[in-house]
C-alpha cells in the first residue's frame, strides 16, 4: 500500500505528513484567533500548548521502543525520521491549554479546535487502514552484486522488507547503516536493499566507502521497482506480508524504531 504523494517539482512528500502538518497549522492559527484579546499568558498558550503536545508524543513514543533507540540516543532529536505518539500529544496538548488559560471554559474553543484535527487525523488513518493491499510486482530481475539473479518470489511464505535506495540519495546513506545492522540480526524477515538504476561497479565503490556489506544488496538496473511500485522517491520502504501484499511503505528516512515496528506488524499477519 503505497503512500500518497504530492511532488512540488524534484520534493516528494507523502500525504500523511503534509496532512499532520496542515493539521497542526490550523490548530494553531484557529487558537491564536480564539485568544487574541486575552492577557499575555493566555496567548502565549497555544504555542506552549503545541510544543509541550509534540514532545510529549515525541517522548511517548521513544520511551515505547527505547530498544530501538538505545545504540544511537542522538537519533531521539531526528524528527524528520517520524515516530510520534498522537494521542499522548493530543493530551498534553489539551491539558496545557486548560493550564495556561486557568479553565475549562476558557479554553473549550481551542479544546474544539484539537478535537476536531484530532477527529480528522484518526479518521485518515482509519481510512487509510482500510485500502486495499496491492501484491507485491513478480517476476522483477534483480542480481546480487556478483551478478547471481534473485527472484523476490522465492521468498513467498515468508515476510520480507524491501528498501529502495541509492548511492546519490542522502537519506539513503544516512539509514543504511542502520538497514545493514537490523538485517544481520533478524534472519525471520529478510531485508532486502534494492539499488535503483546504478551498475554494480558503483554500488559495490559505495559499500567499500562506507565500509559496508554486500550480504542484503541487490541490484535493480532498470529502476524497476520504483516504476511497479508507484515509488516517486527515494527511499522507500516496503514491508511484504507472508501471502506477498504490501502491509505498508515509508517514503523518506525511517528509523530504526519504525523499522522494528514494521517488521513485528508482518510477524504478527
Known amino acids: 500500500m503505497l503512500p ?11 500525504l500523511e505528513r ?13 487558537s491564536l484567533r480564539l485568544v487574541r484579546k486575552e492577557d499575555r499568558r493566555a496567548r ?26 538505545r545504540p544511537d540516543p542522538a537519533s531521539v532529536a531526528y524528527l524528520w525520521q ?5 494521542v499522548a500529544g493530543i493530551v498534553a496538548a489539551a491539558a496545557i491549554l486548560v493550564i495556561g488559560m486557568k479553565s475549562v ?42 551478478g547471481r539473479p534473485f527472484s523476490p518470489g522465492d521468498l513467498r511464505g515468508r515476510p520480507f522488507v524491501v528498501n529502495l535506495w541509492a548511492s546519490w540519495c542522502g537519506p539513503c546513506r ?16 529478510r531485508v532486502l536493499l534494492v539499488n535503483q538504476g546504478e551498475d554494480r561497479r558503483l554500488i559495490q565503490d559505495f559499500l567499500e566507502d562506507e ?37 505498508e511503505a515509508h517514503m523518506g528516512e525511517m528509523s530504526r524504531a519504525a523499522l522494528l515496528q514494521g517488521m513485528e506488524d508482518l510477524r504478527r499477519r
Open 18 to 30: 503534509l496532512l499532520a502538518v496542515g493539521l497542526i497549522w490550523a490548530f494553531l492559527t484557529g
Open 211 to 247: 565500509g559496508l556489506p554486500a550480504g542484503n544488496i541487490l541490484s535493480d538496473r532498470g529502476a524497476t521497482l520504483m516504476r511497479l511500485t508507484g515509488s516517486s522517491g527515494l527511499p522507500t520502504t516496503l514491508f511484504v506480508r507472508a501471502d506477498g501484499r504490501i502491509e
Open 4 to 14: 500518497d504523494v504530492v511532488t512540488l517539482g524534484p520534493l516528494a512528500f507523502p
Open 105 to 146: 471554559r476558557k479554553a473549550a474553543g481551542s479544546l474544539l479546535l484539537l478535537a476536531f484535527a484530532s477527529g480528522l487525523w484518526f479518521g485518515y488513518l482509519q481510512l487509510e487502514a482500510q485500502r486495499p493491499r496491492p501484491s507485491f510486482p513478480e517476476g522483477i530481475a534483480l542480481a546480487d552484486l556478483n
Open 82 to 86: 517520524g515516530g510520534f505518539e498522537p
Open 44 to 69: 502565549r498558550t497555544p504555542w506552549l500548548a503545541l510544543g509541550t503536545g509534540i514532545v510529549a508524543a515525541r517522548m511517548s513514543f521513544v520511551a515505547a521502543h527505547w530498544e530501538a533507540y
Open 174 to 189: 544516512r539509514e543504511m547503516p542502520m538497514f545493514v545492522d537490523v538485517a544481520s540480526r533478524t534472519p525471520d524477515v
